[in-house]
């Protein structure tokens, strides 16, 4: 009887030592990667996005019954070191999934590793098109320049502009692609392969743009569209006005920051450009919400920023939670599955090039204030 006894004590050791594990794997964290511009002339990009990331965390920290862990890799805003973070988040933190990154050219470095890696990734607000081209495992929830090209010519050609110009930075892949959108469906518009009276370029980190401005003033454009980044906007618009010019000023997504009005002071007056997001045009119930729980946060109202960032942390998990499941392909296969969800920038359905169709808002900088002027249906 005593060696009976003494079996199934054994037994039921054994069968609690492999319970043991089963129970911790379960607690085991998901764990998400992350790479932003946290440095760099982006970095007011990456920043607002993680602030957005944050919140969603915070509101959502959990999955399929276990704790989502979050891993952040600075991509300084270059090419690459987003190539280097993402394989470090890969490697090193041994992520199932990554969110990133702002800035087409670091998501088209950091997406080629993830895709080799077969790690699913969805960038928050990298719109140009060759970020998910022939990719299997990259994503995206925003829309296309191609898109907000033509959104902006028609703009500009129902302003009464006739005469465009474009100033665009040859070093980021999102400035040449949307000055080409842009390019295209003004002269459609026109019907006048010379309606673009001038095309000038510049490169990351110029800080003097006067020959540029100059040939654009000569051109006698009436309007001037520069798809960069807020920075180099600011300085543009500061340039352009003291040299006496007062034509319309445009750009694209890139500039929605608050630091378009800090550099650019008076001279961002009139500037108006497209984005995904307004705080003043609700899309969707949930964007209430967020706006809400925003500011209780961090004091100040979210830009598209933020809420790509919030919408994009939601959009993986959603994904996670529909595969049921921590592998990397199944993870895949619900992200490309992904139809009608209710995000803060719109009702989100992913199409087969991995892409979301949105909407886009028209903001315009009013008193120091970026207005809403209208949505823009694809």
Same mark, same amino acid.
């Given at each position: 009887?005593?060696?009976? &006894?003494?079996?199934?004590?054994?037994?039921?050791?054994?069968?609690?030592?492999?319970?043991?594990?089963?129970?911790?794997?379960?607690?085991?964290?998901?764990?998400?990667?992350?790479?932003?511009?946290?440095?760099?002339?982006?970095?007011?990009?990456?920043?607002?996005?993680?602030?957005?990331?944050? %919140? /969603?965390?915070?509101?959502?920290?959990?999955?399929?019954?276990?704790?989502?862990?979050?891993?952040?890799?600075?991509? #300084?805003?270059?090419?690459?070191?987003?190539?280097? /973070?993402?394989?470090?988040?890969?490697?090193?933190? #041994?992520?199932?999934?990554?969110?990133?990154?702002?800035?087409?050219?670091?998501?088209?470095?950091?997406?080629?590793?993830?895709?080799?890696?077969?790690?699913?990734?969805?960038?928050?607000?990298?719109?140009?098109?060759?970020?998910?081209?022939? #990719?299997?495992?990259?994503?995206?929830?925003?829309?296309?320049?191609?898109?907000?090209?033509?959104?902006? *010519?028609?703009?500009?050609?129902?302003?009464?502009?006739?005469? *465009?110009?474009?100033?665009?930075?040859? *070093?980021?892949?999102?400035?040449?692609? %949307?000055?080409?959108?842009?390019?295209?469906?003004?002269?459609?518009? &026109?019907?006048?392969?010379?309606?673009?009276?001038?095309?000038?370029?510049?490169?990351?980190? +110029?800080?003097?743009?006067?020959?540029?401005?100059?040939?654009?003033?000569?051109?006698?454009?009436? *309007? %001037?569209?520069?798809?960069?980044? @807020?920075?180099?906007?600011?300085?543009?618009? #500061?340039?352009?006005?003291?040299?006496?010019?007062?034509?319309?000023?445009?750009?694209?997504?890139?500039?929605?920051?608050?630091? %378009?009005?800090?550099?650019?002071?008076?001279?961002?007056?009139?500037?108006?450009?497209?984005?995904?997001?307004?705080?003043?045009?609700?899309?969707?119930?949930?964007?209430?919400?967020?706006?809400?729980? @925003?500011?209780?946060?961090?004091?100040?109202?979210?830009?598209?920023?933020?809420?790509?960032?919030?919408?994009?942390?939601?959009?993986?998990?959603?994904?996670?939670?529909?595969?049921?499941?921590?592998?990397?392909?199944?993870?895949?296969?619900?992200?490309?599955?992904?139809?009608? @969800?209710?995000?803060?920038?719109?009702? &989100?359905?992913?199409?087969?090039?991995?892409?979301?169709?949105? +909407?886009?808002?028209?903001?315009?900088?009013?008193?120091?204030? @970026?207005?809403?002027?209208?949505?823009?249906?694809?």
């Amino acid at each position: 009887m005593r060696r009976v &006894t003494g079996f199934l004590v054994l037994v039921l050791i054994a069968l609690l030592a492999f319970a043991i594990p089963s129970v911790s794997a379960q607690q085991e964290p998901i764990r998400i990667g992350v790479y932003e511009p946290m440095t760099g002339p982006m970095a007011a990009g990456g920043q607002m996005t993680w602030e957005g990331i944050v %919140l /969603a965390h915070e509101m959502t920290p959990t999955v399929l019954g276990r704790p989502i862990k979050l891993f952040l890799a600075d991509n #300084k805003s270059d090419k690459v070191e987003s190539a280097n /973070a993402v394989a470090k988040l890969i490697e090193q933190d #041994k992520v199932i999934a990554i969110i990133g990154s702002y800035g087409s050219s670091n998501s088209i470095a950091g997406g080629d590793v993830a895709e080799k890696a077969g790690i699913p990734m969805m960038t928050d607000s990298a719109t140009n098109p060759l970020v998910t081209l022939d #990719k299997e495992y990259m994503f995206r929830a925003c829309f296309i320049d191609p898109f907000q090209g033509e959104v902006m *010519a028609k703009f500009a050609y129902g302003e009464g502009v006739r005469k *465009a110009a474009i100033l665009k930075d040859v *070093a980021q892949d999102y400035s040449v692609g %949307l000055s080409n959108y842009f390019k295209k469906t003004f002269i459609a518009l &026109t019907g006048d392969p010379k309606s673009i009276v001038a095309e000038v370029a510049y490169q990351t980190g +110029d800080q003097d743009f006067s020959a540029q401005l100059t040939q654009v003033i000569n051109s006698k454009a009436e *309007a %001037l569209f520069v798809p960069g980044y @807020f920075g180099d906007m600011a300085l543009v618009a #500061k340039q352009l006005r003291q040299l006496g010019s007062k034509i319309l000023l445009m750009g694209g997504d890139a500039i929605d920051a608050p630091e %378009l009005v800090t550099i650019g002071g008076t001279a961002a007056e009139g500037i108006v450009f497209s984005t995904f997001y307004s705080a003043d045009a609700p899309a969707t119930p949930e964007a209430k919400k967020f706006v809400d729980a @925003f500011k209780a946060k961090y004091g100040k109202t979210p830009n598209a920023n933020g809420a790509l960032g919030y919408d994009t942390y939601n959009l993986v998990v959603d994904a996670i939670r529909r595969a049921n499941s921590d592998d990397p392909k199944k993870i895949r296969d619900a992200m490309a599955s992904t139809k009608d @969800f209710p995000a803060v920038t719109g009702s &989100t359905t992913i199409d087969e090039s991995g892409d979301a169709t949105k +909407d886009a808002v028209l903001l315009k900088v009013v008193d120091g204030k @970026f207005t809403y002027l209208t949505t823009v249906k694809p």
